[in-house]
């Protein structure tokens, strides 16, 4: 059973909040915003994927892309440059419209690991990114998703990089979609308006990976000179301040030099402030190469020993609240692959997944040869149930012929509309048994359909196919349309194999 992010975020938050009333001291009060922080952030890196997956998966991983930049890599450089632009022609005003999103770097590589195209720095191409970038190289090595915070030769930040491939499943490069740790910063502050973040960067970091000419937007961090943070994220005037008061303190040097993670209690101007030092791992070598440091008003530090029983309330109701939150951010994300991946009448598949899924499927196949079968099937006649009863009950009837079909399956069967009347059943057999299934269906349609009030009797038309020897979808859903036809024209409520 999956266990949702906000479960375990509020477990372990009342777990603090016990050990809170159990000691009802500092420290404790402390360790728990470190833990409150560290959650706050982590669970904020759902939107920055959530938004670069859409986006690769809608616009980036389309036939008029992917034909624009696969030749690229076997290309000589005058043949390369006129790619680049026509790629940047193409994709440059949406880019631009990106960034509304937080999007700061959309960056094409050659299969070897060179830069091809940066959209943000279009001028900066054919470096070669395998030592400085591990996730470009991981994603072409090993030709899988690679996401996480990464270190760049321009930019940082959260980093989600997609393998490329052409029609026939050749590895042709990847692409980078990413947020900079500024723009990173601007969601948080937008989520949390009562915490301001300031994100800096290890030092040895931006001395061996930034190009030489884009280090002049780095300046030292003034807590600790180990670290430098870039000149284009503004900080309140409070930040700054509390910030040079935390030099001389010799127990955020100590902490932030062996780069742990923990919270402190800073008075500025008569107000209580929480500082929480949260460090940040390189996704590749899981090394600590960044801090997030979250500043907050803390009204309730002050009366810490003097209300105990007040001050566990309130942080019971913030975390409750945080909870609360973030239970909400993961129904929202649930709901949208819904709609995305959904047949909005019948609540099954749409076709937009069934491709996608198909084409995962067929390759998984030809890796493993593991059995697999692909079932089409439409209503018999169904524009006569429309134009004799009406599209109501037209809707009626492919609603009770999806709960049919759904209760005759298995749960490992994807069942989609493919359009209209139209339906593909993808199941893991051989053809002989699909074949089975099929008429198990027919049947089960037919004498189902008999039994109910509200729309008429009606029957389904079958074809069916293996892909065991099938290349693309292209080529399978060609197969099982032929075998449709067949079933159709053979007289129909029949299956063709």
Request: charged letters at 25%; glycine letters at 4%; one cysteine or more.
């Amino acid at each position: 059973k999956r266990i949702d992010y906000y479960e375990v975020y509020a477990f372990k938050t009342f777990l603090y909040i016990f050990n809170t009333y159990k000691t009802k001291d500092l420290d404790s009060f402390l360790k728990l915003q470190t833990v409150e922080s560290k959650h706050k952030y982590e669970g904020m890196v759902s939107f920055p994927r959530n938004t670069s997956n859409l986006i690769f998966n809608y616009i980036i991983n389309t036939k008029e892309v992917i034909d624009i930049f696969k030749d690229a890599y076997k290309s000589n450089d005058v043949h390369k440059d006129i790619i680049r632009k026509k790629l940047y022609t193409h994709l440059s005003t949406t880019y631009n419209n990106l960034k509304v999103y937080n999007i700061q770097q959309l960056h094409f590589h050659m299969p070897n690991n060179d830069s091809f195209l940066r959209f943000h720095r279009p001028d900066k191409f054919g470096d070669n990114l395998a030592t400085v970038r591990k996730t470009v190289a991981r994603a072409n090595g090993h030709k899988v998703k690679v996401e996480g915070f990464e270190e760049g030769r321009v930019f940082n930040g959260y980093r989600f990089v997609y393998p490329l491939f052409d029609e026939k499943e050749n590895h042709i490069g990847s692409v980078e979609i990413s947020h900079s740790i500024g723009s990173f910063k601007s969601i948080y502050q937008r989520a949390f308006k009562d915490i301001d973040l300031k994100m800096i960067l290890s030092k040895d970091v931006v001395s061996t990976k930034v190009f030489k000419d884009e280090k002049k937007n780095y300046e030292q961090c003034v807590i600790n000179e180990k670290f430098m943070y870039q000149k284009s994220m503004i900080m309140k005037k409070y930040v700054e301040e509390i910030s040079e008061s935390l030099k001389n303190r010799d127990d955020v040097q100590n902490k932030m030099n062996n780069f742990e993670d923990f919270s402190i209690s800073v008075v500025y101007k008569k107000c209580y402030y929480v500082v929480s030092f949260i460090p940040i791992k390189n996704s590749i070598s899981k090394k600590n190469v960044a801090y997030a440091i979250s500043f907050q008003k803390s009204k309730y530090l002050s009366r810490f020993y003097k209300d105990s029983w007040l001050h566990i309330i309130s942080i019971f109701s913030l975390s409750l609240f945080i909870t609360l939150v973030f239970y909400y951010i993961s129904k929202y994300h649930v709901e949208l692959k819904r709609q995305v991946y959904h047949d909005s009448l019948m609540n099954i598949y749409n076709r937009r997944f069934f491709e996608t899924y198909l084409a995962e499927a067929c390759h998984r196949q030809q890796r493993n040869g593991a059995d697999l079968s692909l079932i089409m099937f439409d209503v018999d006649h169904f524009k006569h149930i429309n134009d004799t009863h009406g599209h109501d009950v037209g809707d009626e009837a492919l609603i009770a012929l999806g709960e049919i079909v759904t209760n005759n399956t298995r749960k490992s069967d994807i069942f989609a509309r493919w359009g209209g009347e139209e339906f593909m059943l993808l199941i893991e057999a051989n053809e002989t048994q699909a074949y089975k299934v099929a008429e198990n269906l027919r049947v089960a349609i037919q004498n189902g359909t008999k039994e109910l009030v509200t729309v008429p009797e009606f029957s389904c038309s079958f074809g069916v196919a293996g892909l065991n020897n099938i290349e693309n979808i292209e080529d399978a859903c060609k197969l099982v349309d032929e075998k449709l036809y067949k079933a159709k024209d053979g007289g129909r409520n029949r299956v063709v194999i």
